[in-house]
């Protein structure tokens, strides 16, 4: 399982790439392993705001739904729209192709309460 | 308490993903539920099914016995048939769905894995004739080989000519040396064969198997991507799909259900709902708009009133397409009525169409 150091982590299994005031989102290799075979997405709108800790959207694989929680605070100004003909983006390369969103963050303060990778790793290691 | 079947071992060595099935250890999958269900419809695969139950039925009055507990006619068997057939209860609610094996020197009855105590008790419970019945599930370990090149594989290990077993019949007879009940059977709408056999040969069958595969590339299946094949040609899941809450006639099972037969368990009620008429009935959808329909999910009219509920449904990887089936308000039952599928508060399109939702099934 693949856990890169450059970008930070949600206890709820997203990661988030912060580059100035904006962040990109989207799953962990933990949590697309562990959904399988995803087959559905529900993206947020542009322009709407999400709010750390809430769900900006849904993920269906075939045999679950899970919601995606905002790891930051702030306005979603980009969503990955390839995904909603190729969801198995996000199988095959959670932290690249398989983006999901961008938002434009509010508090840049609420990315001290996430994971480092190695504080990630620690936490799936214990069961979670 | 869990139970392990006796291929647990290779299903760990294989890197299945185990879940607690019905009181079993299960692999839902392998590598991928969709790279399986694409996997049974093209080449071979494998499943464990050794969860299903067989309860073996002897005796004078077997034939009359099981003509009773089931609504299909098994006196229509020919020595070797199989037939699908359900058991109900005297209200018309099903017991559970089960297939009937007429063999050389008893009858055969392979039930769900959920079901097998429920089963045996209502069985014996109903004896009132010359047979004498025994749950030999712990016994007996169970594979499917499915998929269009499923011939080819068990072909190598059997001097039996299997094109001369035709689809719903069975043989008693030697695969990889080991003494077997096989049959053209399975629940994925391809060609394919299920083998019972003594589970203390388990390793030696499926090692067998595997090594007469390997040219076809053959791999194990998990029970995620069985449950969509099942789908896809709309065959039902008890505990989903039908249950003792809804009657065979109401399940959309009715080409099973032989009202003919004078007397069986359910027969009353099951023949005033043929005559009179339902209110509610099984049907299979596919989704007009994006979205995937799941087990509970409400049924709305176009004005958001209920008029029924979803008991499956997934992606079809085959169509591409989001499918699934429930029970709907009769008036709603029809080819190409539309309704709605409330999806976590989105109320989004869906039509009753025809089935097999998948068409190109290798099954014979």
């Known amino acids: ?128 | 308490m869990t139970k392990k079947t006796p291929f647990y071992d290779k299903h760990i060595a294989l890197g299945g993903h185990l879940v607690d099935f019905v009181g079993f250890i299960m692999p839902t999958q392998y590598k991928g539920i969709i790279d399986e269900v694409k996997r049974i419809r093209t080449t071979v695969g494998v499943f464990d099914v050794s969860h299903m139950g067989e309860i073996e039925v002897k005796g004078p009055d077997a034939l009359k016995f099981i003509s009773k507990i089931t609504i299909n006619d098994p006196s229509a068997l020919s020595l070797n048939q199989v037939q699908y057939s359900a058991m109900c209860y005297n209200d018309g609610g099903i017991v559970d769905d089960l297939l009937v094996y007429r063999l050389k020197k008893r009858y055969l009855l392979v039930v769900n894995a959920s079901n097998i105590d429920k089963d045996f008790k209502w069985i014996k419970y109903n004896i009132n004739e010359n047979v004498t019945v025994k749950n030999i599930s712990d016994d007996i370990a169970q594979l499917a080989i499915q998929g269009p090149d499923a011939e080819k594989v068990i072909q190598k290990l059997t001097d039996i000519d299997l094109s001369e077993i035709r689809f719903y019949w069975a043989e008693e007879s030697k695969i990889a040396d080991i003494e077997t009940v096989l049959s053209r059977t399975g629940y994925t709408g391809e060609d394919g064969f299920e083998v019972y056999f003594d589970k203390k040969y388990a390793d030696k069958m499926w090692d067998a198997i595997f090594e007469a595969g390997k040219e076809f590339n053959i791999e194990a299946c998990g029970l995620g991507a069985r449950d969509i094949l099942r789908l896809e040609m709309y065959y039902r899941l008890y505990g989903n799909d039908i249950d003792s809450a809804t009657t065979p006639i109401e399940g959309d099972l009715s080409w099973i259900t032989r009202l003919n037969k004078t007397s069986f368990n359910g027969r009353e009620v099951l023949l005033k709902q043929k005559v009179e008429g339902l209110t509610r009935k099984l049907v299979p959808f596919e989704m007009i708009d994006k979205g995937i329909p799941r087990q509970g999910y409400k049924i709305k009219d176009k004005d958001g009133n209920i008029i029924g509920c979803v008991t499956s449904g997934n992606l079809s990887p085959m169509l591409q397409k989001y499918i699934g089936c429930g029970y709907v308000e009769l008036e709603y039952s029809n080819i190409d009525s539309e309704f709605t599928i409330d999806i976590r508060g989105r109320l989004l399109k869906a039509k009753v169409v025809k089935t097999p939702f998948y068409k190109d099934g290798t099954h014979k």
Do not use: C, R
């Not at chain 1, 399982?1 to 930070?8: A, D, G, H, T, Y």
């Not at chain 1, 769900?55 to 739904?65: L, N, P, S």
């Not at chain 1, 509010?106 to 799936?124: Q, R």
């Open chain 1, 1 to 128: 399982m693949n856990f890169p150091e450059n970008i930070k982590y949600t206890k709820s299994h997203e990661w988030i790439k912060v580059e100035g005031d904006m962040a990109i989102e989207g799953i962990t290799d933990f949590a697309q392993e562990e959904l399988s075979d995803i087959v559905f997405i529900e993206l947020p709108d542009v322009g709407t705001l999400a709010e750390a800790g809430k769900a900006f959207g849904t993920i269906e694989a075939v045999k679950a739904v899970s919601d995606m929680l905002a790891a930051v605070s702030g306005e979603i100004i980009e969503t990955n729209t390839a995904l909603a003909e190729i969801p198995e983006k996000i199988n095959q390369d959670p932290y690249g192709e398989g983006w999901i969103i961008k938002i434009k963050m509010s508090n840049p303060e609420d990315v001290n309460n996430l994971l480092s990778a190695e504080e990630y790793e620690k936490f799936i290691a214990e069961g979670h």
